[in-house]
Protein backbone atom coordinates (compact mmCIF):
# COMPACT_ATOMS: atom_id res chain seq x y z
CA UNK A 1 0.00 0.00 0.00
CA UNK A 2 1.38 3.75 -0.64
CA UNK A 3 2.83 6.18 2.22
CA UNK A 4 -0.08 8.05 3.33
CA UNK A 5 0.03 11.44 5.08
CA UNK A 6 -1.22 10.48 8.96
CA UNK A 7 -4.20 11.43 10.36
CA UNK A 8 -3.94 15.04 12.24
CA UNK A 9 -7.99 14.14 13.52
CA UNK A 10 -9.83 11.48 12.63
CA UNK A 11 -12.79 14.25 13.15
CA UNK A 12 -11.70 16.55 10.25
CA UNK A 13 -9.17 14.38 8.40
CA UNK A 14 -10.14 10.69 8.35
CA UNK A 15 -8.40 8.60 6.68
CA UNK A 16 -10.37 5.20 6.42
CA UNK A 17 -7.99 3.55 3.83
CA UNK A 18 -5.02 3.53 6.56
CA UNK A 19 -3.14 0.92 7.77
CA UNK A 20 -4.02 2.66 11.20
CA UNK A 21 -7.83 2.67 10.66
CA UNK A 22 -7.67 -1.19 9.75
CA UNK A 23 -5.26 -1.37 12.96
CA UNK A 24 -7.78 0.27 15.42
CA UNK A 25 -10.91 0.91 13.79
CA UNK A 26 -13.68 -0.20 16.38
CA UNK A 27 -11.60 2.25 19.19
CA UNK A 28 -11.75 5.30 16.16
CA UNK A 29 -15.20 5.19 15.46
CA UNK A 30 -16.25 4.48 19.52
CA UNK A 31 -14.54 8.00 19.69
CA UNK A 32 -16.25 9.59 16.89
CA UNK A 33 -19.51 8.23 17.77
CA UNK A 34 -19.11 10.33 21.31
CA UNK A 35 -17.63 13.97 19.73
CA UNK A 36 -18.20 14.20 16.43
CA UNK A 37 -21.01 12.05 14.83
CA UNK A 38 -20.56 13.41 10.98
CA UNK A 39 -16.81 13.50 10.77
CA UNK A 40 -15.16 15.00 7.58
CA UNK A 41 -12.03 15.10 5.29
CA UNK A 42 -10.33 16.80 2.80
CA UNK A 43 -9.24 13.52 1.31
CA UNK A 44 -10.65 11.58 -1.53
CA UNK A 45 -11.64 15.05 -2.87
CA UNK A 46 -13.68 15.65 0.07
CA UNK A 47 -16.04 13.16 2.53
CA UNK A 48 -18.29 12.54 5.04
CA UNK A 49 -18.14 9.80 7.76
CA UNK A 50 -21.53 9.34 9.51
CA UNK A 51 -20.90 6.97 13.09
CA UNK A 52 -24.50 7.18 14.97
CA UNK A 53 -26.82 4.53 14.49
CA UNK A 54 -30.21 6.87 13.77
CA UNK A 55 -28.24 8.76 11.53
CA UNK A 56 -27.04 6.13 9.15
CA UNK A 57 -30.72 4.94 8.96
CA UNK A 58 -32.00 8.31 7.90
CA UNK A 59 -29.21 9.12 5.57
CA UNK A 60 -29.48 5.42 4.04
CA UNK A 61 -33.31 5.77 3.62
CA UNK A 62 -32.96 9.32 2.01
CA UNK A 63 -32.32 8.08 -1.39
CA UNK A 64 -33.02 11.38 -3.51
CA UNK A 65 -30.10 13.48 -1.86
CA UNK A 66 -28.11 10.71 -0.51
CA UNK A 67 -27.55 8.16 -3.92
CA UNK A 68 -26.26 4.48 -4.33
CA UNK A 69 -24.80 5.78 -8.01
CA UNK A 70 -21.36 5.63 -5.93
CA UNK A 71 -20.94 3.02 -3.05
CA UNK A 72 -17.16 3.65 -2.17
CA UNK A 73 -14.95 6.01 -1.32
CA UNK A 74 -11.80 5.73 -2.69
CA UNK A 75 -8.74 7.31 -4.41
CA UNK A 76 -11.21 7.73 -7.35
CA UNK A 77 -12.56 11.10 -8.43
CA UNK A 78 -16.24 11.12 -7.49
CA UNK A 79 -16.90 12.53 -11.51
CA UNK A 80 -14.28 9.38 -12.87
CA UNK A 81 -15.76 6.16 -13.40
CA UNK A 82 -19.38 4.89 -12.11
CA UNK A 83 -19.07 1.12 -12.41
CA UNK A 84 -22.55 -0.20 -13.54
CA UNK A 85 -23.56 -2.68 -10.48
CA UNK A 86 -27.10 -2.63 -10.82
CA UNK A 87 -29.27 -3.24 -8.90
CA UNK A 88 -26.61 -1.88 -5.79
CA UNK A 89 -25.75 1.28 -7.90
CA UNK A 90 -29.08 2.41 -8.85
CA UNK A 91 -31.33 4.64 -6.83
CA UNK A 92 -35.74 4.51 -6.72
CA UNK A 93 -37.62 3.75 -8.70
CA UNK A 94 -34.85 2.23 -11.37
CA UNK A 95 -33.91 -0.27 -8.47
CA UNK A 96 -36.74 -1.85 -7.20
CA UNK A 97 -37.37 -3.26 -10.77
CA UNK A 98 -33.97 -4.92 -11.17
CA UNK A 99 -33.70 -6.38 -7.84
CA UNK A 100 -36.89 -8.05 -6.99
CA UNK A 101 -36.17 -10.66 -10.11
CA UNK A 102 -33.04 -11.39 -7.94
CA UNK A 103 -34.69 -12.50 -4.87
CA UNK A 104 -36.17 -15.95 -5.43
CA UNK A 105 -32.29 -17.43 -5.97
CA UNK A 106 -31.81 -16.18 -2.67
CA UNK A 107 -35.13 -16.93 -0.94
CA UNK A 108 -34.81 -19.10 2.31
CA UNK A 109 -36.36 -22.10 0.21
CA UNK A 110 -33.43 -21.81 -2.26
CA UNK A 111 -30.37 -21.47 0.42
CA UNK A 112 -31.92 -24.52 1.97
CA UNK A 113 -31.79 -26.38 -0.59
CA UNK A 114 -28.13 -25.47 -1.14
CA UNK A 115 -27.25 -26.31 2.08
CA UNK A 116 -26.24 -29.99 2.06
CA UNK A 117 -23.86 -29.10 -0.86
CA UNK A 118 -22.38 -26.24 1.08
CA UNK A 119 -22.18 -28.62 4.00
CA UNK A 120 -20.17 -31.30 1.76
CA UNK A 121 -17.62 -28.01 0.37
CA UNK A 122 -16.85 -27.39 3.86
CA UNK A 123 -16.32 -31.09 4.78
CA UNK A 124 -13.81 -31.26 2.12
CA UNK A 125 -11.90 -28.03 2.56
CA UNK A 126 -11.53 -29.61 5.98
CA UNK A 127 -10.21 -32.88 4.77
CA UNK A 128 -7.76 -30.73 2.58
CA UNK A 129 -6.70 -29.29 6.54
CA UNK A 130 -6.49 -32.69 8.51
CA UNK A 131 -3.96 -33.50 10.42
CA UNK A 132 -2.09 -30.23 10.47
CA UNK A 133 -1.44 -28.59 13.85
CA UNK A 134 -1.28 -24.81 12.61
CA UNK A 135 -3.85 -23.67 10.12
CA UNK A 136 -4.62 -20.06 8.82
CA UNK A 137 -7.99 -20.00 9.26
CA UNK A 138 -8.42 -17.27 7.12
CA UNK A 139 -6.76 -18.47 4.21
CA UNK A 140 -7.22 -22.27 4.61
CA UNK A 141 -10.94 -22.07 5.48
CA UNK A 142 -12.52 -18.90 5.60
CA UNK A 143 -11.52 -17.41 2.56
CA UNK A 144 -12.04 -20.86 0.40
CA UNK A 145 -15.81 -21.59 1.25
CA UNK A 146 -17.98 -18.30 -0.30
CA UNK A 147 -15.40 -18.35 -3.14
CA UNK A 148 -16.59 -22.09 -3.65
CA UNK A 149 -19.98 -21.34 -2.88
CA UNK A 150 -20.59 -18.82 -5.52
CA UNK A 151 -18.32 -20.66 -8.19
CA UNK A 152 -20.86 -23.52 -7.74
CA UNK A 153 -23.63 -20.83 -8.16
CA UNK A 154 -22.37 -19.34 -10.91
CA UNK A 155 -22.23 -22.68 -12.88
CA UNK A 156 -18.02 -21.87 -13.52
CA UNK A 157 -15.67 -24.42 -12.28
CA UNK A 158 -13.97 -24.57 -9.21
CA UNK A 159 -10.83 -24.16 -10.49
CA UNK A 160 -11.61 -20.54 -10.82
CA UNK A 161 -11.56 -19.78 -7.41
CA UNK A 162 -7.99 -17.87 -7.11
CA UNK A 163 -9.20 -15.77 -10.23
CA UNK A 164 -12.29 -14.60 -8.36
CA UNK A 165 -10.16 -13.85 -4.79
CA UNK A 166 -7.81 -11.93 -7.30
CA UNK A 167 -10.93 -9.92 -8.69
CA UNK A 168 -12.43 -9.29 -5.39
CA UNK A 169 -9.02 -8.47 -3.82
CA UNK A 170 -8.58 -6.07 -6.63
CA UNK A 171 -11.62 -4.14 -6.60
CA UNK A 172 -12.57 -4.60 -2.79
CA UNK A 173 -8.34 -3.85 -1.34
CA UNK A 174 -5.75 -3.07 -3.79
CA UNK A 175 -7.78 -1.00 -6.25
CA UNK A 176 -8.92 1.12 -3.45
CA UNK A 177 -5.51 2.89 -3.74
CA UNK A 178 -4.48 2.43 -6.86
CA UNK A 179 -6.76 3.14 -9.65
CA UNK A 180 -4.95 0.87 -12.21
CA UNK A 181 -5.54 -2.61 -10.67
CA UNK A 182 -9.01 -1.66 -10.15
CA UNK A 183 -9.59 -0.74 -13.89
CA UNK A 184 -7.91 -3.97 -14.54
CA UNK A 185 -9.86 -6.29 -12.20
CA UNK A 186 -13.51 -4.27 -13.41
CA UNK A 187 -12.59 -5.33 -17.07
CA UNK A 188 -11.77 -8.58 -16.44
CA UNK A 189 -14.78 -9.47 -14.55
CA UNK A 190 -16.98 -7.75 -17.03
CA UNK A 191 -15.49 -9.67 -20.01
CA UNK A 192 -15.65 -13.16 -17.96
CA UNK A 193 -19.31 -12.87 -17.33
CA UNK A 194 -19.49 -11.42 -20.83
CA UNK A 195 -18.47 -14.66 -21.74
CA UNK A 196 -20.34 -16.63 -19.59
CA UNK A 197 -23.88 -15.18 -20.63
CA UNK A 198 -23.11 -15.39 -24.36
CA UNK A 199 -22.43 -19.56 -23.55
CA UNK A 200 -25.81 -19.93 -22.05
CA UNK A 201 -27.65 -18.54 -24.66
CA UNK A 202 -25.83 -20.63 -27.15
CA UNK A 203 -27.28 -23.19 -25.23
CA UNK A 204 -30.40 -22.20 -25.19
CA UNK A 205 -33.10 -24.84 -23.16
CA UNK A 206 -30.06 -26.75 -22.58
CA UNK A 207 -28.00 -24.28 -20.50
CA UNK A 208 -27.78 -25.02 -16.90
CA UNK A 209 -30.13 -24.01 -13.93
CA UNK A 210 -27.17 -21.38 -12.28
CA UNK A 211 -27.03 -17.57 -11.59
CA UNK A 212 -25.89 -17.00 -14.88
CA UNK A 213 -28.88 -18.07 -16.69
CA UNK A 214 -31.21 -16.90 -14.17
CA UNK A 215 -29.93 -13.71 -14.96
CA UNK A 216 -29.57 -13.92 -18.64
CA UNK A 217 -33.64 -15.11 -18.39
CA UNK A 218 -34.34 -12.24 -15.82
CA UNK A 219 -37.13 -9.51 -16.91
CA UNK A 220 -37.42 -6.16 -14.96
CA UNK A 221 -40.66 -5.91 -13.41
CA UNK A 222 -42.25 -2.73 -13.73
CA UNK A 223 -44.40 -0.74 -11.37
CA UNK A 224 -47.40 -1.19 -13.57
CA UNK A 225 -47.34 -5.03 -13.88
CA UNK A 226 -45.22 -5.07 -17.17
CA UNK A 227 -41.46 -6.43 -17.69
CA UNK A 228 -38.87 -5.71 -20.26
CA UNK A 229 -35.71 -7.97 -20.38
CA UNK A 230 -32.66 -6.57 -18.40
CA UNK A 231 -30.29 -5.10 -20.91
CA UNK A 232 -26.69 -5.79 -21.54
CA UNK A 233 -25.01 -3.44 -18.30
CA UNK A 234 -27.66 -4.79 -16.04
CA UNK A 235 -27.10 -8.12 -16.91
CA UNK A 236 -23.52 -8.04 -16.11
CA UNK A 237 -23.53 -5.85 -13.41
CA UNK A 238 -25.67 -7.85 -11.48
CA UNK A 239 -23.88 -11.03 -11.67
CA UNK A 240 -20.55 -8.52 -11.20
CA UNK A 241 -22.72 -6.87 -7.74
CA UNK A 242 -23.08 -10.56 -6.69
CA UNK A 243 -19.79 -11.77 -6.96
CA UNK A 244 -18.18 -8.58 -5.37
CA UNK A 245 -20.93 -8.99 -2.53
CA UNK A 246 -20.83 -12.84 -2.14
CA UNK A 247 -17.72 -13.49 -1.59
CA UNK A 248 -15.40 -10.63 0.82
CA UNK A 249 -18.17 -10.12 3.22
CA UNK A 250 -18.83 -13.90 4.10
CA UNK A 251 -15.01 -14.91 4.09
CA UNK A 252 -14.08 -11.61 6.80
CA UNK A 253 -17.07 -12.47 8.77
CA UNK A 254 -16.03 -16.20 8.85
CA UNK A 255 -12.28 -15.36 9.97
CA UNK A 256 -13.31 -13.04 12.63
CA UNK A 257 -15.56 -15.90 13.88
CA UNK A 258 -12.24 -18.11 14.07
CA UNK A 259 -10.09 -15.18 15.69
CA UNK A 260 -12.43 -14.47 18.08
CA UNK A 261 -13.50 -17.78 19.44
CA UNK A 262 -9.56 -18.36 19.16
CA UNK A 263 -8.84 -15.82 21.26
CA UNK A 264 -11.71 -16.47 23.66
CA UNK A 265 -11.22 -19.27 25.00
CA UNK A 266 -14.60 -19.40 27.59
CA UNK A 267 -16.60 -18.15 24.39
CA UNK A 268 -15.18 -21.52 22.29
CA UNK A 269 -16.33 -23.65 25.07
CA UNK A 270 -19.43 -22.35 25.25
CA UNK A 271 -20.42 -22.32 21.77
CA UNK A 272 -18.84 -26.01 21.69
CA UNK A 273 -20.94 -27.08 24.99
CA UNK A 274 -24.12 -25.55 23.79
CA UNK A 275 -24.40 -25.72 19.84
CA UNK A 276 -27.74 -24.54 20.13
CA UNK A 277 -26.73 -21.24 20.71
CA UNK A 278 -25.38 -21.27 16.64
CA UNK A 279 -28.21 -18.95 15.46
CA UNK A 280 -27.95 -16.16 18.14
CA UNK A 281 -24.47 -16.41 18.07
CA UNK A 282 -23.93 -15.56 14.54
CA UNK A 283 -26.42 -13.02 14.54
CA UNK A 284 -23.91 -11.22 17.32
CA UNK A 285 -20.72 -11.93 15.16
CA UNK A 286 -22.12 -10.22 12.42
CA UNK A 287 -22.65 -7.19 14.87
CA UNK A 288 -19.98 -7.15 16.63
CA UNK A 289 -17.34 -7.99 13.59
CA UNK A 290 -19.54 -5.87 10.86
CA UNK A 291 -17.60 -6.24 7.82
CA UNK A 292 -19.25 -3.56 5.18
CA UNK A 293 -19.02 0.19 5.27
CA UNK A 294 -20.48 1.56 1.94
CA UNK A 295 -20.75 5.23 0.32
CA UNK A 296 -23.37 7.33 -0.76
CA UNK A 297 -23.20 10.33 -3.24
CA UNK A 298 -24.66 13.55 -2.16
CA UNK A 299 -26.78 15.00 -5.01
CA UNK A 300 -27.29 18.22 -3.43
CA UNK A 301 -25.95 20.77 -0.43
CA UNK A 302 -27.65 19.06 2.54
CA UNK A 303 -27.78 18.03 6.30
CA UNK A 304 -26.75 15.00 8.84
CA UNK A 305 -27.56 15.46 12.43
CA UNK A 306 -27.38 19.25 11.78
CA UNK A 307 -23.76 18.81 9.82
CA UNK A 308 -23.94 20.70 6.64
CA UNK A 309 -22.50 18.53 3.66
CA UNK A 310 -21.98 19.55 0.11
CA UNK A 311 -23.44 18.39 -2.68
CA UNK A 312 -20.71 16.43 -5.25
CA UNK A 313 -19.01 14.73 -2.36
CA UNK A 314 -19.61 11.33 -0.81
CA UNK A 315 -20.64 10.14 2.49
CA UNK A 316 -19.62 6.97 4.53
CA UNK A 317 -21.90 4.89 6.42
CA UNK A 318 -20.74 2.82 9.17
CA UNK A 319 -22.71 0.16 9.47
CA UNK A 320 -20.21 -1.29 12.02
CA UNK A 321 -20.44 1.73 14.14
CA UNK A 322 -24.03 1.94 13.99
CA UNK A 323 -23.75 -1.58 15.71
CA UNK A 324 -21.72 -0.56 18.42
CA UNK A 325 -23.66 2.58 19.36
CA UNK A 326 -24.65 2.64 23.00
CA UNK A 327 -27.72 4.29 22.23
CA UNK A 328 -28.92 1.32 21.04
CA UNK A 329 -27.50 -1.78 22.30
CA UNK A 330 -26.63 -2.43 25.74
CA UNK A 331 -23.05 -2.92 26.32
CA UNK A 332 -21.89 -2.90 23.22
CA UNK A 333 -18.37 -3.63 22.70
CA UNK A 334 -19.49 -6.92 24.31
CA UNK A 335 -19.69 -9.71 22.44
CA UNK A 336 -23.24 -11.93 24.25
CA UNK A 337 -23.12 -15.39 22.08
CA UNK A 338 -26.74 -15.19 23.07
CA UNK A 339 -27.29 -11.55 22.96
CA UNK A 340 -31.51 -11.13 22.84
CA UNK A 341 -33.11 -8.38 20.84
CA UNK A 342 -30.15 -7.93 18.15
CA UNK A 343 -31.56 -6.14 15.74
CA UNK A 344 -27.84 -5.33 14.04
CA UNK A 345 -27.34 -3.45 10.97
CA UNK A 346 -24.93 -5.76 9.20
CA UNK A 347 -26.50 -6.37 6.31
CA UNK A 348 -27.40 -2.83 6.04
CA UNK A 349 -30.86 -0.64 6.12
CA UNK A 350 -33.75 0.35 3.84
CA UNK A 351 -34.46 -0.31 0.01
CA UNK A 352 -30.52 -1.65 -0.45
CA UNK A 353 -30.67 -4.24 2.35
CA UNK A 354 -28.59 -6.95 1.68
CA UNK A 355 -30.49 -9.51 -0.89
CA UNK A 356 -27.65 -12.50 0.05
CA UNK A 357 -28.13 -12.21 3.79
CA UNK A 358 -29.86 -15.70 3.91
CA UNK A 359 -27.29 -17.43 2.01
CA UNK A 360 -24.78 -15.37 4.15
CA UNK A 361 -26.33 -16.64 7.36
CA UNK A 362 -26.86 -20.55 5.94
CA UNK A 363 -22.91 -20.30 4.94
CA UNK A 364 -21.72 -18.92 8.20
CA UNK A 365 -23.24 -21.18 10.41
CA UNK A 366 -22.80 -23.93 8.55
CA UNK A 367 -18.79 -22.87 7.86
CA UNK A 368 -18.25 -22.28 11.59
CA UNK A 369 -20.77 -25.61 12.54
CA UNK A 370 -18.14 -28.14 10.57
CA UNK A 371 -14.95 -26.12 11.97
CA UNK A 372 -15.83 -26.61 15.62
CA UNK A 373 -17.54 -29.98 15.08
CA UNK A 374 -14.01 -30.98 13.28
CA UNK A 375 -11.48 -28.36 15.71
CA UNK A 376 -13.42 -27.74 19.07
CA UNK A 377 -10.09 -26.93 20.46
CA UNK A 378 -7.87 -24.28 19.52
CA UNK A 379 -6.11 -20.73 19.63
CA UNK A 380 -4.50 -18.23 18.22
CA UNK A 381 -1.14 -18.91 17.26
CA UNK A 382 -0.12 -15.22 17.66
CA UNK A 383 -1.14 -12.64 20.23
CA UNK A 384 -4.52 -11.23 19.59
CA UNK A 385 -3.02 -7.55 18.33
CA UNK A 386 -0.55 -9.19 15.63
CA UNK A 387 -3.72 -10.08 13.58
CA UNK A 388 -3.88 -7.73 10.37
CA UNK A 389 -6.79 -6.22 9.45
CA UNK A 390 -8.08 -5.55 5.95
CA UNK A 391 -7.82 -2.07 4.43
CA UNK A 392 -10.72 -1.00 2.38
CA UNK A 393 -14.48 -1.22 2.61
CA UNK A 394 -14.94 -4.69 3.76
CA UNK A 395 -13.21 -5.05 7.57
CA UNK A 396 -11.82 -8.96 8.26
CA UNK A 397 -8.48 -10.28 9.58
CA UNK A 398 -5.78 -11.57 6.38
CA UNK A 399 -4.61 -14.13 8.57
CA UNK A 400 -6.16 -15.81 11.18
CA UNK A 401 -2.55 -18.49 12.11
CA UNK A 402 -4.17 -21.35 14.55
CA UNK A 403 -3.29 -23.98 16.82
CA UNK A 404 -5.18 -27.24 17.08
CA UNK A 405 -4.90 -28.19 20.35
CA UNK A 406 -6.22 -32.00 21.69
C1 LIG B 1 -21.66 -11.67 5.91
C2 LIG B 1 -22.02 -11.51 4.65
C3 LIG B 1 -22.63 -10.27 4.06
C4 LIG B 1 -22.72 -9.00 4.58
C5 LIG B 1 -22.26 -8.50 5.94
C6 LIG B 1 -23.38 -8.17 3.57
C7 LIG B 1 -23.68 -6.83 3.73
C8 LIG B 1 -24.37 -6.07 2.83
C9 LIG B 1 -24.74 -4.69 3.03
C10 LIG B 1 -24.39 -3.86 4.25
C11 LIG B 1 -25.45 -4.29 1.94
C12 LIG B 1 -26.15 -2.95 1.77
C13 LIG B 1 -25.42 -1.99 0.91
C14 LIG B 1 -25.99 -0.58 0.93
O1 LIG B 1 -26.46 -0.09 1.95
O2 LIG B 1 -25.90 0.08 -0.13
C15 LIG B 1 -25.49 -5.40 1.02
C16 LIG B 1 -26.09 -5.37 -0.23
C17 LIG B 1 -26.02 -6.42 -1.11
N1 LIG B 1 -25.54 -7.69 -0.88
FE1 LIG B 1 -24.70 -8.36 0.84
N2 LIG B 1 -23.65 -8.95 2.48
C18 LIG B 1 -23.22 -10.24 2.74
C19 LIG B 1 -23.34 -11.33 1.91
C20 LIG B 1 -23.90 -11.31 0.65
C21 LIG B 1 -24.07 -12.47 -0.21
C22 LIG B 1 -23.68 -13.90 0.17
C23 LIG B 1 -24.60 -12.00 -1.37
C24 LIG B 1 -25.00 -12.76 -2.62
C25 LIG B 1 -24.41 -13.74 -3.13
C26 LIG B 1 -24.79 -10.57 -1.24
C27 LIG B 1 -25.30 -9.74 -2.22
C28 LIG B 1 -25.66 -8.42 -2.03
C29 LIG B 1 -26.26 -7.59 -3.06
C30 LIG B 1 -26.57 -8.03 -4.49
C31 LIG B 1 -26.51 -6.34 -2.49
C32 LIG B 1 -27.16 -5.14 -3.16
C33 LIG B 1 -28.65 -5.16 -2.92
C34 LIG B 1 -29.36 -3.97 -3.52
O3 LIG B 1 -28.73 -2.98 -3.92
O4 LIG B 1 -30.60 -4.04 -3.61
N3 LIG B 1 -24.36 -10.20 0.01
N4 LIG B 1 -24.85 -6.48 1.58
Not at 223 to 249: C, H, N, Q, Y
Amino acid sequence: MSERPPVTDWATDFDHLSEEWAAKGPEILADLRERCPVAQTERFYGAYLVTRHDDIVETARATDTFSNCITAVNTNHPDNIKLDLSPITLDPPEHGPVRRPLLPSFSPKATDELEPTVVAMAERLLDDVGDRKLVDGALDFAQLLPVEVMGHLFGVSAEMGPTFRQWVDGMLKEGQIDLDIARKAASEVQQFFAAQLADREAMGDDAPDDLVTMVLNAEAELGDGSTRPFGRKERIGALFVLMLGGIDTTWSTLGSMLFHLGSHPDDLKRLVNEPELMPTAVEEFLRYYSPVTIARYITEDADIAGCPVSGGRRVLLSYPSANRDPDYFENPDELILDRQNNRHMAFGVGVHRCLGSNLARMELRVGLTAWLERYPNFELAVEPDEVKWSVGPIRGPRSVPIRILD
